[in-house]
């Protein structure tokens, strides 16, 4: 009997064993997601006294690398995921307004086309695309232009921010030598 418990015990490690070396997780991505939150501490601390979340933005924080990003990583003229990997998504927890038109709560994805001296910021419907490749124009729901500035000191990965400016929320995107700042009115 104890022979046999003893195979029994044996034969359930060797299962198990082989069970687990099945599973094979994926190496960290070289672009690591993160999120932004507007207000910036809306989610840090489980207080009472911090505001609820208004807008909330995931994205993927790829790194110069010595590369010149505008005009050459990422193309000027060309969609642009704002980000790496799958698309960048933008979630409102309330009705905002941008570029002078009310966008509905909600959840939808992020793209901009860059130029020189301008990007063309895009709200768009269609959520879970891997990078700009299925961008459907149609579905936007708001195009801003807005102007970008230098930065004196390079940014070497993707950064998302907000500053606040009245009931003004300033998403504000850097990297490389480039920022951008889009005017989200929150009411």
Do not use: H
């Amino acid at each position: 009997m104890k022979k046999l418990c003893l195979l029994a015990v044996t034969l359930f490690a060797a299962f198990t064993a082989q069970a687990q070396d099945v599973v094979k997780f994926a190496p960290l991505d070289a672009s690591p997601v993160d999120i932004s939150y507007f207000p910036n501490k809306a989610v840090k601390f489980k207080k009472t006294d911090n505001p609820n979340p208004v807008v909330k933005v995931t994205y993927a924080r790829p790194s110069a690398k010595g590369r010149t990003i505008f005009g050459d990583v990422v193309k000027f003229g060309e969609v642009w995921r704002v980000g790496a990997n799958e698309n960048t998504e933008i979630k409102f927890y309330k009705d905002v307004t941008i570029g002078g038109k009310k966008v509905p709560a909600g959840y939808y994805s992020l793209f901009v086309i860059p130029e020189k001296d301008k990007w063309t910021v895009i709200i768009n419907k269609e959520l879970d695309l891997w990078g700009g490749y299925a961008y459907d124009e149609s579905k936007d729901v708001v195009r801003v232009s807005v102007p970008v500035k230098p930065v004196s000191t390079p940014i070497e990965a993707l950064s998302i921010a907000f500053t606040t400016q009245g009931n003004v929320a300033n998403l504000v995107i850097g990297w490389d030598k480039t920022t951008a700042e889009l005017p989200i009115t929150v009411k």
